[in-house]
């Protein structure tokens, strides 16, 4: 079954009285070349398990399990129960768990799951949950790659440099866990409904290692938290207000004795750079 076909999509939705949830951001794709080149340029293979996460009515895992060895999809709608076991039934390799995941035991979903195949993790992320989403994937610390579709302004979020104008506190937090790419664009007409935006396939290999030794990890991510949050003032600012039990005279010394310029802005740092930063702090604390 061509789930991708709206001359299929359209009936097989009739038939089980489905309605699009916009609360819960649902597009469903119409062109069958897009899951297909997620599937394949994420690397999917026989020798991989895959976790998805919103299957929708399941052309992302019909690519999926056509290349990997086991494909598990978690899915918060229920209602979406009825129309994946029609879609699905073809594929033995397939395991649907209804569930929200950001209340899943990632790791151990895994376990249970993927043992003695190399773990992965794909998805159609709905536009509100991205971030939430990606950072429990990513600090799951389970996954070779995790590869998602999302907003193309948030996969340009993801790869930003430091010192550009898309570069945030979640840019850091992706790039310390994984090494993003952007491997495609997806234009508004691949989908129904059509959301107002371009979306962007993003593969994001997942580190075994930081990329810079971190003392103290939660400091790090406290850090990186206060910089962003007063944006186009000094570093200095926004460690004033993120660590206010050092005296602002101390939090300059900091920044000097990592080897920055007292009037640095946040914004301008790399990961190493933050790190410098957290352990001067982690001195002073």
């Known amino acids: 079954m061509n789930v991708c076909d709206i001359n299929v999509i359209k009936p097989l939705l009739q038939k089980h009285g489905f309605r699009f949830s916009k609360s819960k951001g649902q597009n469903f794709l119409t062109q069958s070349w897009v899951p297909r080149e997620i599937a394949e340029a994420a690397g999917i293979d026989e020798r991989c398990g895959v976790l998805e996460v919103g299957p929708g009515i399941g052309p992302l895992s019909q690519a999926l399990c ?4 086991k494909v598990v999809s978690v899915e918060v709608d229920q209602s979406l129960g009825p129309i994946l076991s029609e879609t699905m039934s073809g594929y033995d390799n397939f395991t649907l768990i209804f569930g929200d995941i950001l209340k899943t035991d990632i790791p151990g979903l895994v376990r249970e799951h993927f043992s003695g ?34 907003q ?12 550009t104008k898309d570069y945030s506190a979640f840019t850091v937090m992706c790039q310390y866990y994984a090494e993003p ?5 997806v234009p508004p007409s691949c ?9 962007s396939v993003i593969t994001l290999r997942c580190r075994r290692e930081p990329p ?10 406290r850090v990186v938290k206060a910089s962003f949050a007063q944006r186009r003032k000094t570093l200095v600012n926004g460690l004033s207000s993120g660590f206010p039990q050092i005296p602002k005279p101390e939090l300059i010394r900091c920044v000097t004795d990592a080897g920055f310029p007292e009037n640095l802005r946040g914004e301008t740092l790399d990961i190493p750079g933050f790190a410098r930063i957290a352990e001067e702090i982690g001195k002073r604390l």
């Open 66 to 69: 056509e290349n990997a060895a």
């Open 181 to 185: 790419e952007i491997l495609f664009d």
């Open 212 to 221: 810079c030794p971190i003392a103290d990890e939660k400091l790090f991510f």
């Open 117 to 150: 195949l190399r773990p992965m993790a794909c998805a159609n992320l709905p536009y509100y949950i991205t971030s939430p989403v990606l950072a429990a994937l990513l600090e799951s610390r389970c996954f070779e790659a995790v590869t998602v579709m999302v």
């Open 152 to 163: 193309k302004e948030v996969a340009l979020r993801i790869c930003a440099a430091p010192g």
């Open 191 to 199: 989908f129904i409904p059509q959301p107002k935006v371009t979306s």
